[in-house]
């Protein structure tokens, strides 16, 4: 009974750990700025 309490902490532990939450950015913004060709127009002091 002791082992299987044991090995039940260690699956319940190693579940926690394994579902951290996630910290990187996404790598494709969904914001619609992000167009495949350029916009027809000048934005000023953006060189």
């Known amino acids: 009974m002791r082992k299987f309490t044991l090995v039940l902490l260690i699956i319940v532990f ?26 027809p127009y000048i934005i000023p002091g953006a060189g």
């Open 14 to 39: 190693s579940q926690l750990t394994a579902s951290a939450i996630e910290r990187r950015s996404e790598q494709f913004p969904t914001e619609f700025g992000y167009l495949a060709l350029p916009l």
